[in-house]
C-alpha cells in the first residue's frame, strides 16, 4: 500500500489551520508505514483528545479516538489483549504529557510494544492556547501572558529515563529523517517513542513572533542541533546555548519488553 | 508525470515555496474562488519525478509531497501526445 492509500481520502481536506505541522507528521508516520507491508487490518490507531488526536480520523486502519490523555492507556488495553496487532499512538504534548504524563512514563517503564509518535507543539492547540508542559520559558500562551515561567519537560529525556527501547526527536522541518525515525520506531520491539516538534501557527505562533507559518518553521530548523555535534560540544567543554534543542537518535536499546508478537 | 497542486486541498501556507532545491513553488498572487492563494508553477517538468518517477517506480526527492500539511502535492498521468515543455537545466 502506498502512504497515500493509507489516507481515508474522503476525510481530506482535515480539519487542521493552514500551514499546522500536524498534517507534515502525518504524512511521515503514513510514508513509513508503508515500507512495513503491514496489513490495514493488523494495524491500530491510538489518540486521545487535541489537535493532533484527530490524526487517526484520516487514516483507513480501525482507530480509537479516546478521552484526553488515555491514548496509551488504550493503546495498552490493545497490544495485551492481541499481541499480534500492531498498535501506533498518536498524541499531543498535553494529552501525553501532562493529564497523560503517568501514562506515559509508566509504558516505558513497562517497555509495552508501542510506536507513540507525539506532535509537539508546545502548546494546548485545540482549547485555545493555553500553556502546556512542554511551552518553552518566557513563551506567551493564554495562561502565562507575561511569558512562561515553568522550566519544560524533555519528552525525550523522560522516555529515556523512564525505559523506552527507543527514542528520538525530529521537527516538521526534517521530513525525511523524521520517516526513517518513525520506521526504526515501528521495526523495534518495545516502546518506541517520537517526539516532533510541529509549528502551531494559531495558537503558538500568532503569540510568539512567527507572523508567517515558515518563520516558525525556520526557527525550529535553525534551533535544532544534531546529538552528534551536541556530544562534541560536551566533550570540548563547550557552551550550548540554552535555546538549542537536539535532534537525532537518542536512544536505542533492548530492555526487556511487553506485548511483542509471539 | 506531471507536478500538480489539489486546488480543492491547499490552504496556501507557502511552506512548499521554501522547500523545493529547485524553488518550482513560487508564491501566487491571486485568490481562487475559496479565497486562497495557491502557489505558482515555475517549470514543474523540471522535478525529478516528472521524468523518473516510471523509470525508478518510486517517488523520488518528494520532499514537499511529505512536507505539504494538506495532501495537496501530487503527480498526475499525462494525457498521450500531451504537449509540454522540456526544460534543460545546466
Ligand atoms: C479530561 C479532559 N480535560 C480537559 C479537556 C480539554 N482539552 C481538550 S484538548 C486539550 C489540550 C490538548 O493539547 P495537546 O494534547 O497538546 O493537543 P494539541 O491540540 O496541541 O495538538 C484539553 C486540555 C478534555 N477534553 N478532557
Ligand atoms: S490550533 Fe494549532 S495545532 Fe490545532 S489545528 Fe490549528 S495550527 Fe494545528
Ligand atoms: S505546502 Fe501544500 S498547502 Fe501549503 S501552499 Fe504548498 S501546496 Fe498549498
Ligand atoms: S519532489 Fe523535490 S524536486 Fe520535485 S517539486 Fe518536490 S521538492 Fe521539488
Ligand atoms: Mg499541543
Known amino acids: ?94 494529552d501525553l504529557a501532562a493529564i497523560g504524563g503517568n501514562h506515559f512514563i509508566h509504558a516505558c517503564r513497562r517497555n509495552i510494544d508501542l510506536t507513540v509518535v507525539c506532535m509537539n507543539n508546545q502548546i494546548y492547540g485545540m482549547t485555545g492556547g493555553q500553556g502546556s508542559p512542554t511551552t518553552p520559558l518566557g513563551c506567551l500562551s493564554t495562561t502565562t501572558p507575561y511569558g512562561c515561567v515553568e522550566t519544560p519537560f524533555d519528552l525525550c529525556d523522560l522516555a529515556i529515563a523512564a525505559g523506552a527501547n527507543y527514542v528520538s526527536r525530529w521537527t516538521s522541518y526534517h521530513v525525511k529523517e523524521l520517516e526513517k525515525a518513525v520506521l526504526a520506531g515501528l521495526q523495534t520491539p518495545g516502546f518506541s517513542f517520537i517526539e516532533a516538534l510541529v509549528q502551531c501557527p494559531t495558537a503558538f505562533g500568532r503569540r510568539n513572533k512567527f507572523k508567517q507559518v515558515a518563520d516558525q518553521v525556520e526557527y525550529l530548523r535553525s534551533h535544532s542541533m544534531l546529538k552528534a555535534k551536541r556530544d562534541r560540544l560536551l566533550e570540548q567543554g563547550e557552551h550550548i546555548p540554552g535555546d538549542m534543542f537536539v535532534v537525532g537518535e537518542l536512544e536505542r536499546r533492548n530492555r526487556p519488553a511487553l506485548g511483542v508478537k509471539r | 508525470m506531471k507536478l500538480a497542486i489539489d486546488e480543492t486541498r491547499c490552504k496556501g501556507c507557502n511552506l512548499c515555496t521554501k522547500v523545493c532545491p529547485y524553488k518550482i513553488f513560487k508564491e501566487g498572487k491571486k485568490a481562487n474562488r475559496k479565497g486562497i492563494i495557491i502557489p505558482e508553477l515555475d517549470r514543474p517538468e523540471r522535478c525529478t519525478n516528472c521524468r523518473l518517477m516510471h523509470l525508478y517506480g518510486r517517488t523520488l526527492c518528494g520532499v514537499c509531497q511529505l512536507t505539504c500539511p494538506d495532501q495537496a502535492i501530487h503527480w498526475v498521468e499525462e494525457l498521450p501526445y500531451e504537449p509540454k515543455k522540456v526544460a534543460i537545466e545546466y
Open chain 1, 1 to 94: 500500500m502506498s502512504y497515500e492509500e493509507w489516507y481515508r481520502q474522503d476525510r481530506l481536506p482535515h480539519i487542521y489551520c493552514a500551514g499546522c505541522g500536524n498534517g507534515t507528521i502525518i504524512n511521515c508516520t503514513l510514508a513509513a508505514l508503508e515500507q512495513m507491508a503491514w496489513k490495514k487490518e493488523d494495524t491500530v490507531f491510538v489518540s486521545g483528545i487535541g489537535c493532533s488526536s484527530r490524526a487517526p480520523g484520516y487514516i483507513v486502519t480501525d482507530s480509537l479516538h479516546t478521552t484526553h490523555g488515555r491514548a496509551i492507556a488504550f493503546a495498552t488495553g490493545v497490544k495485551l489483549a492481541n499481541p499480534d496487532l500492531h498498535v501506533v499512538v498518536i498524541t499531543g504534548d498535553g
